[in-house]
């Protein structure tokens, strides 16, 4: 059998170098260049530890102290903290392009009767997993992005409407500006199914203005306001929208004017 050690150094260094690069993003590096590619040359200089006589537990040892040593030579060494969560994005993100991998050429590689796999002949090619790579990568980082920007912008908030309590999830909507038209005090967005109304309680109408359309919507004044674990709130008003919340899990929309220790 042949082995093509350039192309096999090649692919392995093009696959290290998407990794890092990935970490390098996901956690704000920002590191050079020049240091992703010092530290994927490490790693695609692992190929030859192929060669090596070993076992398989002193071969897994040493992947472990090459992908140590990529972390340190891109990254470098600041703390406990900060090197071992480069080593687990580095790994989390090798296990998810691996899958997907995996998953690629299991689909297009093999058929299947009943429960039974059988190779078809098929294999997937080179060039269309460097080219799948960055895309799954990208995918990958996009949403993990999403759901860090989503976590980190939901909070939960305790309200009081006259006898009634509330625990909402809310998540900060910088898009949010609605404010009541007399002091200018922030307008939380709700569905108005979520809130029980009492009769006795007076409420304003406030104008709100979208592309589709401009029209009222009917506000009342929250008796207390906690986002917990940030601040209470005083002057705060719940208005009451037609339209259920668009987002998964979510009660309400904030106002960022209430993380302002005025309000």
């Not at 920002?30 to 071969?59: D, E, Q, R, Y």
């Not at 910088?174 to 009769?199: A, C, Q, S």
């Not at 306001?225 to 899990?249: A, T, Y």
Request: proline fraction near 3%; aromatic fraction near 16%; charged fraction near 15%.
């Amino acid at each position: 059998m042949k082995l093509y050690l350039d192309v096999i150094f090649l692919i392995n260094f093009g696959f290290d170098f998407i990794l890092l690069l990935v970490v390098s993003y996901l956690l704000r590096r920002n590191v050079s260049i020049k240091k992703i590619f010092l530290g994927a040359l490490l790693g695609g200089l692992s190929i030859f530890s192929l060669f090596i006589p070993m076992t398989s537990f002193l071969l897994f040892l040493l992947k472990v102290l090459i992908s140590m040593g990529m972390i340190l030579v891109t990254f470098s060494y600041k703390n406990r903290r900060y090197f071992f969560q480069n080593i687990f994005y580095l790994y989390t993100a090798s296990m998810i392009l691996g899958g997907f991998l995996y998953f690629l050429n299991v689909q297009f590689s093999y058929k299947q009767q009943g429960l039974v796999f059988f190779h078809n002949g098929l294999s997937v090619n080179v060039v269309f997993l460097i080219i799948s790579s960055p895309i799954i990568l990208y995918a990958y980082v996009k949403q993990g992005m999403r759901l860090k920007n989503f976590y980190a912008n939901t909070y939960s908030v305790n309200v009081t409407i006259g006898s009634k309590r509330y625990h909402w999830k809310a998540f900060m909507d910088t898009g949010n500006r609605l404010t009541e038209p007399y002091f200018h005090d922030p307008v939380v967005l709700i569905d108005k199914e979520k809130v029980i109304m009492n009769e006795n309680k007076e409420y304003i109408l406030v104008p709100v203005h979208t592309i589709e359309e401009s029209t009222m919507i009917p506000c009342i004044r929250a008796d207390t306001f906690e986002i917990v674990g940030k601040c209470s709130c005083n002057r705060v008003w719940i208005g009451l929208c037609n339209h259920p919340i668009q987002m998964e899990g979510i009660d309400c929309l904030l106002h960022p004017k209430l993380m302002e220790e005025s309000i």
